[in-house]
C-alpha cells in the first residue's frame, strides 16, 4: 500500500503543476503597474493641438485604451467599445500607438508630416468603425506606450479618480471581460 | 597576438559597415554597455529571444529606451529597474532572488536535497536487506541433517 502511494502523490502532484502550467497563456505577463500610479505624460491630441495628460482624469474613473488602424484584434474588439461607450458609463481615452509603422513610407517623412498623416488615417479610421473615445492622444514614437508597459496592441488599463492604475488587460477586450471583470470594477470603484 | 589583431581588424570593418546601417550606432561605449544590457533582458514580443538578439519592432523601442537612459548617465541597475517597473520581473533573464523567486531560485535544490535523502534511505534499506542471513544453531542442525540424507 505505501509503495503505491508515494508514487502515486508524485504523479498527481505532477498532474496539477502541468494542469495548471500548460493551461496558462504565456502571452498574458502580470503588469507591475496594477496599484501604481498612471505614468505622466502630455500628447496632442488626435482632434487639435490641444494636449491631453492622465491628471486632468483625476475623480473619474476611466478608461485607457491602445490602439493603431493596423491593428488587427483592434478590429475585432472595437464594436465591443463602441457599444460600450454608447452606454455612456465611463471615458475611454485612445492612445494611438506608433500608428506610422518603421516600413511605412511615411515613416521617412518630417514629424509634423507623420502626425498629419498619422492623424488624417486614424480619423477616416474612426469613421469608419466609430469612435468609442472621448478622446485619443497621438504616441507616434511609441514612448508613452514603453511607459505604459505596451507589448501587444490593444491594451487596455482602467484608472481610479486618484490616477491608480487597477486593471490591464493585453489583446482584445470581450464582452464577456467587460461583463465579468471590468464592469464590477467600475462598480466598485465609482461606490467608494 | 596576431590573431587578436586580425580578430580586432575584422570587427573593426564590421562597425564600418554597421555604422553606414544604423546611424545610432555612434557612440562605441553607449553601445557596448546596449549590448551588455540588453542581453539580460527579454523581448516581450518573442520571448525566448534577448533584447539585443530581437528584431521585433518593440525591442528596437526598447533598445532606443536603454540607450537614452545610457546616454543619461543611468546604472545598469537603474536601467533594469525601470523596465521592471514598467514590465515585470518578467523581461529579466535572471531574475532577482526574492521571497517571490525563492522556488525558482532553490527549488531545484530543494528537490536535489529530498531526492538525495530518498536515495539514502532506500540504499541503507537495500544494504540491510542484503545482509547475509545467520543461520540459527537449530537451522545448521538442520540443514547437516538434510545434507546427510
Redesign the interface.
Known sequence: MKKVFIPMVFFFGLVIFLAIGLNRD?RE?????IG?PAPAFTLVTLESDKTFSPEQMLGKVWMFNVWATWCVACREEHPVLVAFAEKNQIPIVGLSY?EI??QDPAAKQTDAIKLQVARERSAVWLQRHGNPYTTSVMDL???V?????V??VPETYVIDPQGVIRFKHVGAVTPQLLAEKILPLIQSLGKS | MKRVFVFGMSMLIGLAIAGEAAPLAQDPVVEARLVHISQELRC??C?NESLSSSRA??A???RR?VRDLIVANKSDQEIKDFL???????VLYRPEVKPLTWVLWFGPFVVLLIAGIFLLAYLRQRRASLQPQVLSDAERARVEQLLKD
Open positions: 504565456p505577463i502580470p503588469s507591475p503597474l501604481k506608433k509603422q518603421p514614437d511609441g514612448r506606450g514603453i511607459q505604459y508597459g507589448y501587444g | 516581450l514580443v520571448q519592432e518593440l528596437d523601442d526598447l529606451e521592471v517597473s514598467r514590465y515585470g520581473d518578467f
